[in-house]
């Protein structure tokens, strides 16, 4: 990843948590090109940090974005009922 893409997910991580409540899709939605699994990868990296630095709020709501984005994308596993129900 080159450093200018990092920068640009940190700038958009920025927005996100800058952004009212509320208005994270339209965030999302106006820098589409940066929403890949390298985004989610940096939400995360980010997130840890902040809960290691003790702001379990941002840390919360960072893993919450990139849980959903990963879904989003495909990166993320839904386990069915079906398959619960096999084990």
Known sequence: MSEERQTQYFNLIDELLRCPNGQEPEVLESQPELIDSGF???MLQVATMF????????????????????????????VSNEVATQE
Do not use: S, W
């Open 40 to 42: 989610v990868h940096t």
């Open 51 to 78: 809960a290691h630095e003790g702001n379990q709020d941002g840390a919360q709501f960072l893993f919450f974005i990139a849980r959903e984005l990963a879904k989003q994308l495909g990166l993320y596993p839904e």
